[in-house]
């Protein structure tokens, strides 16, 4: 895969990316310790035939690099710029996923003039103290074992009658994959920024059009989450969906339609 060289707030960071497809450009911001295959698959195998698709990894995750020191939502924001710098987008429609919505929201704010639109899910404008108490016990639990992580992020993530559950074998294949995912360093980088989030002065600089969509039963990132970005960002169309955290992933489909759908209107 590519990489890009970029400078961020606290020195260089060099950015891999994943870059696919031909035609309009549409940039991918994947969630905490994930990458963008993991969070995106299916909806990249679905824009890819029209559109140029890029999706950084970001610092923490694949083989991007960086000083070490902690992150801040606007260098990440940084990161995906450069990527699509170096893909040759002028202008991009911006999807994010949790982390990845903040900081795609984050680069709406900066890049104005080069978001053609804009899809958030799961996102939220600043972390409360129950984020600080979830995302820290996510960060002990990972650096005590990447296997008791993935077990708390599929309880919690997932619709109790969600699609790791099906059967035990069926179950133990999730948990071992979001495992292997989960690098502690990587992923506990970012989860010290998911406790700090705060993008609440940025939002309204977002011009893009903007869709936020929220899961009805996200215990991760619940609804008043995203009602609060929705407040924020002039003129954002919030849309409630029958589904948890992971409604990508349990309701693909149904994600890639107003995904597809909101990136393609005039």
């Not at 590519?2 to 994943?18: F, N, Q």
């Not at 195998?45 to 610092?59: D, G, I, N, W, Y």
Request: hydrophobic share 45%; charged share 15%.
């Amino acid at each position: 895969m590519p990489h890009v060289r970029t400078a961020l707030s606290t020195g260089p960071s060099t950015i891999e990316y994943l870059r696919t497809g031909s035609g309009p450009g549409i940039v991918l911001v994947h969630g905490t310790g994930a990458t963008p295959e993991a969070n995106y698959s299916d909806l990249i195998a679905e824009l890819k035939p029209q559109h140029t698709v890029v999706a950084p990894f970001l610092s923490g995750s694949g083989s991007t690099t960086d000083s070490g020191a902690p992150l801040t939502a606007e260098d990440l924001a940084q990161q995906v710029l450069a990527a699509a710098d170096d893909a040759g987008l002028d202008d991009f429609a911006l999807v994010g996923h949790s982390l990845g919505a903040c900081v795609a929201a984050a680069a709406s704010a900066v890049a104005r003039r080069r978001i053609r639109s804009l899809v958030l899910h799961a996102g939220w404008a600043k972390s409360d103290p129950r984020m600080v108490l979830q995302f820290g016990l996510w960060q002990e639990l990972v650096a005590a074992s990447p296997e008791l992580l993935a077990r708390l992020v599929l309880l919690n993530a997932y619709d109790t009658d969600g699609s790791p559950f099906q059967d035990s074998q069926t179950l133990d294949t999730e948990v071992a994959g979001f495992a292997a995912l989960f690098r502690p360093e990587g992923i506990g980088r970012q989860l010290h920024l998911d406790q700090h989030i705060d993008i609440e002065h940025l939002l309204p600089r977002v011009t893009a059009p903007t869709l936020i969509i929220s899961g009805a039963s996200d215990v991760v990132v619940p609804p008043a989450h995203q009602d609060r970005m929705a407040e924020l960002i002039p003129h954002a169309e919030l849309i409630r969906v029958q589904g948890g955290h992971a409604f990508p992933f349990e309701s693909p489909d149904e994600f890639i339609g107003l995904v597809a759908d909101f990136i393609s209107t005039p």
